[in-house]
Nanobody
């Protein structure tokens, strides 16, 4: 059973930085896509950043130039470096991976439990 666990959230002042991590445990055969989502109170969940198996990245317009998604293949971990944070970045951030646990299994998506990011002075 694959499990994803986020860490790195917390309280930061406007203009500050945080780095979120999402680490996978369990057996993984291949990873197709790694993504970060966020959901603020009273708002719909938003796709923030995507990293594909080929290394392509994509970002929401609201975070372009400020957030960077990356991965550590050896540690089965994806990161979200967040710079120049603003109060509107306050949300619960969750990671989502599309992966296969074995060559005989289809691609399925897995979610982490989420980590709170609060940007406030």
């Amino acid at each position: 059973q694959v499990q994803l666990a986020e860490s790195g959230g917390g309280l930061v002042q406007p203009g500050g930085s945080l780095r979120l991590s999402c680490a996978a445990s369990g057996t993984i055969f291949s990873i197709a896509t790694m993504e970060w989502y966020r959901q603020a109170p009273g708002k719909q969940r938003e796709l923030v950043a995507t990293l594909t198996s080929s290394g392509s990245t994509n970002y929401a317009d609201s975070v372009k130039g400020r957030f960077t998604i990356s991965r550590d293949n050896a540690k089965n971990t994806v990161f979200l470096q967040m710079n120049s944070l603003q109060p509107e970045d306050t949300a619960v951030y969750s990671c989502r991976w599309d992966l296969r646990v074995s060559i005989t299994k289809r691609v399925q998506d897995y979610w982490g439990q989420g980590t709170q990011v609060t940007v406030s002075s």
